[in-house]
């Protein structure tokens, strides 16, 4: 049994990670985000009942679990203090022993936030971001000229590097992109209320996760977005802007992970992608509409329509290779019952020759021919089965060719919406 699981996407995120984390999270003590921020959007379905949550660890939905959120995630207090109440109001208790947030994070501002609108509102250069300021935040930490949540208790320091921040991001604002600036003064009253009520949440989450390791506590990972939106190894530029890779989770939290630790990709059946980009296997046609419809494709974050396309093992192999990652769950098998025959992408064909991976010119990936293996489908439905030995023999087939053709082991299989919905395959905890 392991000490800890690292659960991160395989695809273009949206793979159903959410309901993978809630299944393993049972056994956990502590679920840790290590990336990204409320770009995110996890929905969960317990008792019939949806939570939709964008920052805070979806683990906070069992009682038993602390959740941590590291240096690696940029934060929008106003969306976590949000968030806080929401579960509040859902009678979720305790919250303040039991979501750590680290003061080394970095913070989204307003200024992010119109920065990053401004940015997708322009003609060109759209990436189809989710405009919540992502992309600038990291670009402050980077430049070393981002906020971080410690800065908010030192007045001085804060008040200093917004200055010359807001001078910076107001003229921007202001003369390229032709929008409104924001106001110092509404700034320092917002912020100084907001660190109030943040305070009880703050920890060094390094520390505490290094010492929970050490007693041996169990850990769970939650990844954000997927391999294929890294800022690196993704579909550059059509990418987020915070590494994906399970490589991550040790320094997006400060904390080696223990020895004894399980990667888990999570892939969707099929694939998806929201926002702008290569997609080499995407269905522009009515089927491709269907396939959102029953597979109900809408972004958790933005409520977006999702582009909708067959399983492209060319690039779930990449993602695999360049996450070291060998084992999967896999969901949403279920939204493929009731086809004739399936699709999945085991090539693709670009002026003539073979490519066999993603390639790092995102302009040649979208004019590549994607090559087909065809599969017969099943039309059983999944969602009561619990046991392997009990799937349609097709889908058997089906998962069977994806293991041989990546390499990996599929660990679990999600067979519906609801938190009881899996087949756990080889149990993790
Ligand atoms: P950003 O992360 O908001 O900067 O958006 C950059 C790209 O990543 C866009 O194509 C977004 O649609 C995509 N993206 C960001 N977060 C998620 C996610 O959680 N699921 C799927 N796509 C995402």
Not at 133 to 155: K, M, Q
Not at 308 to 330: E, H
Not at 411 to 419: D, E, K, Y
Request: charged fraction near 25%; glycine fraction near 10%.
């Amino acid at each position: 049994m392991p000490q800890a699981v690292v659960i991160i996407g395989v695809q273009w995120g949206d793979e159903g990670k959410g309901k993978i984390v809630d299944y393993y999270t049972s056994a956990a003590d502590i679920v840790a985000r290590f990336q990204g921020g409320n770009n995110a959007g996890h929905t969960l379905v317990v008792e019939g009942k949806k939570t939709i949550l964008h920052l805070i660890p979806s683990g906070i939905l069992h009682p038993h679990a602390k959740c941590f959120i590291g240096s690696g995630v940029v934060v929008d207090p106003e969306n976590f203090l949000e968030e806080v109440s929401i579960l509040r109001e859902a009678g979720i208790q305790d919250l303040e022993n039991r979501i750590y947030l680290s003061d080394r994070c970095h913070l989204i501002v307003d200024y992010h936030k119109h920065l990053d609108a401004a940015r997708e509102n322009k003609k060109s250069g759209k990436l189809g971001t989710t405009k919540r300021g992502i992309g600038p935040a990291y670009e402050d930490r980077a430049s070393r000229r981002g906020l971080r949540v410690a800065d908010l208790f030192n007045e001085k320091v804060f008040e200093e590097k917004l200055k010359e921040n807001l001078a910076e991001k107001n003229f921007l604002l202001k003369e390229y992109y032709g929008v409104s600036p924001v106001s110092m003064e509404s700034f320092m009253t917002k912020y100084q209320g907001i660190a109030k009520q943040l305070k009880p949440f703050i920890r060094d989450v390094s520390a505490e996760l290094f010492q929970s390791i050490e007693e041996g506590k169990k850990i769970l990972y939650e990844g954000a977005q997927g391999v294929l939106l890294d800022v690196d190894y993704g579909t550059y530029p059509y990418v987020t802007s915070s590494q994906t890779l399970p490589s991550q989770a040790a320094l997006g939290l400060g904390a080696r992970v223990p020895k004894d630790t399980l990667f888990i990709g999570v892939i969707k059946a099929y694939s998806t992608r929201v926002g702008e980009g290569p997609f080499p296997t995407e269905l522009t046609d009515a089927f491709g509409d269907e396939l959102r419809e029953s597979g109900s494709e809408y972004g958790a974050t933005t409520g977006r329509p999702r582009r909708c396309g067959w399983l492209d093992l060319v690039a779930v192999k990449y993602a695999l290779q360049v996450s070291g990652i060998k084992n999967l769950a896999i969901t949403k098998a279920d939204v493929l019952s009731g086809l004739f025959e399936l699709k999945v992408c085991t090539a693709y064909e670009y002026q003539g020759n073979r490519l066999h991976t993603i390639p790092a010119d995102s302009s040649i990936l979208a004019k590549v021919t994607p090559i087909y293996e065809t599969l017969p489908g099943w039309s059983e439905d999944l969602t009561a089965i619990r046991n392997i030995n009990e799937i349609p023999k097709n889908l058997q087939n089906y998962l069977k060719f994806i293991e041989e053709f990546t390499g990996a082991r599929i660990n679990l299989i999600s067979t519906g919406a609801g938190r009881e919905a899996v087949i756990d395959i080889q149990k993790a905890f």
